[in-house]
């Protein structure tokens, strides 16, 4: 290795070693970057320009310190700082990541105005495996329901009548309109239906226990129990697998023990 090489090498060194471990990727122009490592040096910028020119070759190819690559993109004149993640560290992500994403998803839901809830829901529900030819009602004349469509449980080899209600309210449904609900479900023309709440934000304990309490089978959605169904069934969201290579310690232990 050249001394121009290790020189910058070794400032290269104490640079990364001031980054914050929360970066992934920092871009800097080559002057401005040499401005801090004269910072970092007895050397003058323009004397480490010249130390630049001659490792450049090196830098081009990508160098590795520590848990960063570093590499000279020639055409933007730019040094690229590139985080190496361990395998902890991106499970740790991916893990921070999904809770992230419900607080997304809720800040969604909660701009969406009553007409595009009900369409989220019934969108959402078509996509369900369990749900089968879910549709809006006309709003003039919904009676009560907001969605139908049809329930299918394979296992016990059933179908039932599916009928929803949907309220983007900013407070709790309450005894009152579940009631309202269950007596939409008593005019239905069918012997055995199931129905389906949605509330953007859940219910009392009023109206949970007057579910319950129901000749007919009542599911309860609150915004919450929404995302969930969206991460567990993949509705909304997508899901990006990534392959990460390490080594194989197995492996280098029996080759160096």
Not at 222 to 246: F, H, P, Q, W, Y
């Amino acid at each position: 290795m050249k001394s121009g090489e290790s020189t910058i090498t070794l400032l290269l060194h104490q640079y990364v070693s001031s980054l914050s471990e929360a970066l992934l990727r920092v871009e800097e122009p080559r002057k401005q970057l040499l401005k801090k490592l004269s910072g970092m040096s007895d050397a003058t910028e323009e004397d480490l320009m010249v130390q630049f020119e001659t490792a450049e070759a090196s830098l081009r190819k990508t160098l590795f310190i520590s848990n960063w690559s570093i590499y000279f993109n020639v055409f933007t004149d730019k040094v690229i700082f590139e985080h190496i993640l361990n395998v902890n560290a991106i499970a740790r992500i991916a893990e921070l990541r999904e809770k992230n994403i419900r607080r997304e998803l809720r800040q969604i839901i909660q701009e969406l105005d009553p007409v595009q809830f009900e369409n989220l829901v019934a969108s959402f529900f078509r996509e369900l495996p369990w749900f089968r030819g879910v549709r809006t009602t006309k709003r003039s004349h919904d009676e009560g329901i907001d969605v139908k469509g049809t329930y299918v449980d394979p296992k016990a080899r059933i179908e039932l009548p599916l009928f929803g209600q949907v309220k983007k309210w900013g407070s709790k449904v309450d005894f009152s309109e579940i009631t309202k609900f269950l007596g939409a479900l008593d005019i239905v023309e069918a012997p055995s239906v199931i129905g389906v709440f949605v509330s953007s934000h859940g219910f009392t304990k009023e109206a949970e226990e007057g579910a319950k309490r129901s000749k007919h089978k009542v599911i309860l959605y609150d915004a919450a129990s929404l995302i969930e169904l969206m991460i567990e069934n993949s509705i909304g969201v997508k899901r990006t697998l990534v392959e990460v290579v390490s080594p194989d310690e197995g492996f280098w232990s029996e080759i160096h023990p």
